[in-house]
């Protein structure tokens, strides 16, 4: 039998303060924690989403909140915040893949889907705010 042990140092934590986003390949569900639609400001009314990916470094990528119409609709759902889109969910995940077979210890598979946490300051970009999603450490 080969056991894998899980505890405190290798069993990543999230508390329901942390501000985070979770994408799933299958269904392209994206759910934001509540803290992170309160720091991203996801309450304004006629608000949407847009991601923006780094073209120099593709696997940082950035979240914003915008009025334009052609930005993805969210809705709420108790404590979190929930859009589909399996095309953007996709482009995401494997933006961060690794050429190598496996896993090596500690990491985590984010094939199917991942959790990252979001930064709680902005970068500016002309006017527009942009939050970092923390893609080199993904949480489960």
């Given amino acids: 039998m080969k056991l894998k042990k899980f505890n405190e140092e290798n069993t990543p934590r999230t508390r329901r303060c942390d501000p985070t986003i ?22 304004s009314g006629d608000a949407r989403l847009e991601f923006f990916q780094n073209e ?16 993805f609709q969210f809705r709420s759902k108790g404590r979190l915040y929930l859009l589909n889109s399996v095309s953007m969910s996709r482009n995401i995940l494997d933006s ?14 984010i094939t199917k ?7 709680t300051t902005p970068v500016l970009q002309g006017e527009k705010k942009l939050y970092y999603i923390i893609t080199g450490k993904p949480l489960k």
């Fill in 96 to 109: 961060l893949k690794t050429d190598r077979p496996g896993l090596a210890s500690g990491e985590i598979d």
């Fill in 56 to 71: 120099e470094v593709p696997k940082d990528w950035y979240i914003s909140l915008t009025h334009d119409q052609q930005g």
């Fill in 113 to 119: 889907g991942a959790t990252f946490r979001i930064s």
């Fill in 22 to 43: 979770r994408f799933v390949r299958k269904t392209g569900l994206i759910s934001i924690s509540a803290e992170a639609g309160r720091i991203l400001g996801m309450n």
